[in-house]
């Protein structure tokens, strides 16, 4: 059987992002570049096993972000960046004893698996492979020169006035045989502009050897390479624009896509419906028939089937079940979660709090770290006092419960099921079941005060 690995280059400085983060790192949407590049490996069919990534430049931080992610693919260390080529050359223990090496630049975000199938399915045909694509603009990229049955690539900064004419550049991908690339890996030089070893280099040894060399043309906007932050930035577009494309294709409402962010990791289902101005990011799941309103931003949110989400709700790391509603104006975060048909209203915040079936906390309320049995309504303006400025404490209300408008509970509190709590109350103890708990100064009446005090005058300025 044919053995194929992949190496990913990401120790490069990636100077011109003039960034304290690793370019690898640097989000596209709300993932680093890096994310996009081995998902796309995997996509391709490649184990994790066989992939590594190269650090170097700030590659603590490129480490730890990919032993998180992706625990099964390897970090390779680059611990001078002396180019490219170097870069293959230090990689060599990983890779000799395959069949195959892909090489892949590690700021490729927009690559799709179809094209990196493409180069692996031609691992073998040649010595090495490489990945070109017409460049509108070919800037600095290296230049591809096709010989009669060849190709070697020249540097841009070394390119003669003529060669910088050429359109067709390289897009950085390559699939080497290894046993041929292991006879010129070691005579790579540094005599060029950069001083810098060239993998470029690599193709015009092969030719010299008497090996065979190849190119793939593939489409431009998918090998975009990301140097500097304006290039990010259209990487973020062309990808939001893709995402877009893609689940309005699968049937998903999306009124004004210009003004709509949705990220990779983000599942939607038919017939959901966004509204302009919406974000949704992380690893949220929208179910069937919901409406996520103007302006509304969710984060890891679960969102279940026919949930109305109204304008300007901020979901973060929660669920809502089916028939859920929420807005406009509320902020729900820290694994709260609203059953079927729980609603979360105007000027709402739900912090790691359990919202029962059919309850309702529909005005001006907080609640933090409490759980509501079914078919609770909560009044206006009622707020758990959960922080007692040294510990996060708990508030439970049972099922049925009906709570006053501006109800204080200060937590830990625990209200029984069927039970009701009268307006402005503050409760400090536990409510029993069926009861009502009634928190507050009895009203007593002054006669006669407004006259005492002079607060008696029909007109109400200029007197004191
Ligand atoms: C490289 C190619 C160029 C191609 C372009 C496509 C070379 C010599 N040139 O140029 O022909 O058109 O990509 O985008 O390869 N890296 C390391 N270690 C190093 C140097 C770089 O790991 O010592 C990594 C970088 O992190 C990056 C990749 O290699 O992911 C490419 O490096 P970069 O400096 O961006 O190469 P370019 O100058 O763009
Ligand atoms: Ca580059």
Not at 127 to 135: G, H, K, P, R, S
Not at 233 to 244: G, T
Not at 276 to 283: C, L, M, T
């Amino acid at each position: 059987m044919n053995t194929l690995c992949v190496l990913i280059m990401a120790a490069g400085k990636g100077t011109r992002m003039k960034s304290a983060v690793p370019k690898v790192l640097q989000p596209v949407l709300d993932s680093p570049i890096i994310d996009y590049v081995i998902r796309n490996v995997q996509s391709a069919g490649v184990p994790p096993e066989n992939i590594a990534v190269l650090a170097g430049s700030g590659g603590e931080k490129v480490e730890a972000h990919v032993t998180d992610n992706f625990p099964h693919v390897k970090i390779l260390w680059q611990h001078e960046q002396l180019g490219t080529g170097h870069a293959v050359k230090s990689a060599k223990d990983f890779w000799k004893d395959y069949d195959s090496l892909v090489v892949l630049n590690g700021d490729l975000p927009l690559m799709k698996p179809d094209s990196l199938r493409g180069l692996i399915t031609s691992a073998g045909e040649n010595d090495c492979t490489v990945i070109t694509f017409e460049a509108e603009n070919p800037g600095a990229y290296g230049r591809i020169i096709r010989g009669k049955s060849s190709v070697s690539i020249v540097e841009y900064k070394d390119a003669s006035p003529e060669q910088r004419e050429i359109h067709e550049v390289n897009a950085g991908c390559y699939v080497f045989r290894v046993q041929s690339l292991l006879q010129v890996i070691d005579s790579l030089t540094d005599n060029n502009s950069q001083h810098e070893y060239y993998i470029t280099d690599a193709l015009g040894l092969m030719n010299d050897a008497g090996m065979s060399t190849g190119a793939l043309v593939m489409p431009e906007r998918e090998m975009q390479g990301v140097n500097s932050q304006a290039e990010l930035s259209q990487a973020s577009r062309d990808m939001r624009r893709e995402i877009l494309t893609r689940w309005m294709s699968e049937g998903v409402r999306i009124a004004d896509p210009e003004t709509v962010y949705i990220g990779v990791g983000v599942e939607l289902s038919q017939d959901v419906s966004i509204m302009p101005n919406v974000q949704i990011w992380g690893k949220s799941r929208i179910g069937r028939g919901s409406v996520i309103g103007s302006g509304s931003i969710l984060t890891n949110a679960e969102i279940g089937a026919n949930v109305n989400i109204a304008a300007y709700a901020v979901i973060e790391n929660s669920t809502l079940h089916d028939n859920a509603k929420a807005g406009p104006f509320c902020y729900i975060r820290d694994n709260t979660v609203l059953e079927a048909g729980a609603f979360a209203g105007k000027f709402v915040e739900l912090k790691n709090s359990h919202i029962g079936e059919g309850s309702k906390v529909p005005h001006l309320s907080y609640m933090g770290d409490a759980t509501l049995g079914h078919d609770v309504n909560i009044g206006a303006g009622s707020i758990t006092c959960n922080y007692d400025g040294v510990n996060k404490n708990k508030t439970v209300i049972g099922d049925n419960c009906f709570i006053g408008s501006s109800t204080m509970f200060v937590a830990p509190a625990e209200v029984g099921d069927n039970a009701t709590t009268a307006a402005g109350s503050v409760i400090t103890q536990r409510v029993p079941e069926n009861s009502l708990g009634v928190g507050r100064a009895r009203q007593k009446n002054i006669e006669g005060w407004s006259l005492r005090n002079h607060h008696h005058m029909t007109t109400t300025e200029g007197e004191k």
